[in-house]
């Protein structure tokens, strides 16, 4: 039995096309793995606080030293980093948002990149602790950024690569909606997307 974590990040609801994108990966893993169980987080119902003084001290400091509000917090992390350590297939919907990702995963990534929760560091360096699983990234914009000028833009899908690659996954495959708004290829794109999705 596989589990599945899927991230959803835009907050346009149903028209939202990363939303869409996602959706059919699942669907798809689905259809690979008949008995796999999905569990869903959706970063705009559910939203991660934006990092305050009061978050890092927390993450830096003994937990026997921990205020009741710094429990709180702790045990919230602790949530998110014990889904992403329970999944064996991550997919994460990420709409290209000004070059980036969407201020709802980065707060997310604030509050899950914790040494000795989703790394650690030893005499090496660091070592990813999230070994073994697979990440599928649901891409979409509207321009397009996995090729031409624009492509030095893309702070996207390399910064999930490079977070999770830092966590210890680095089985990930990448479907790209993209050129969304531009006519003569919005009108096809996220179906080709779709229709071209496979699944390992």
């Known amino acids: 039995m596989k589990n599945i974590l899927h991230i959803i990040t835009s907050p346009r609801g149903e028209v939202s096309a990363s939303r869409k994108l996602g959706k059919a990966i699942v669907e798809k893993i689905q259809e690979k793995h008949s008995d796999a169980v999905v569990k869903e987080r959706d970063l705009t119902k559910n939203l991660v606080p934006l990092l305050e003084e009061v978050h890092i001290n927390t993450f830096f400091s003994p937990p026997e030293s921990h205020s009741s509000e710094q429990q709180e917090i702790n045990k919230y992390s602790e949530n998110l980093i014990s889904e992403l350590q329970e999944a064996d297939i991550i997919v994460i919907d990420s709409p290209m948002y000004n ?36 990440l599928y990234i649901a891409f979409t914009s509207g321009n397009i950024y996995s090729e031409g000028p624009y492509q030095i833009y893309d702070s996207n ?5 490079n977070v999770f690659g830092f966590y210890g996954v680095t089985d990930v495959s990448v479907f790209r909606a993209e050129g969304l708004s531009i006519p003569g290829i919005q009108e096809t794109s996220l179906e080709k997307a779709i229709e071209g999705i496979t699944i390992d």
């Open 99 to 134: 070059f980036s990702v969407p201020a709802t995963l980065r707060a997310y990534f604030d509050f899950t990149s914790r040494a000795g929760y989703t790394f650690k560091y030893d005499e090496s360096g660091p070592k990813g602790l999230l070994n073994n699983k697979k």
């Open 157 to 161: 899908v390399p910064y999930i690569k």
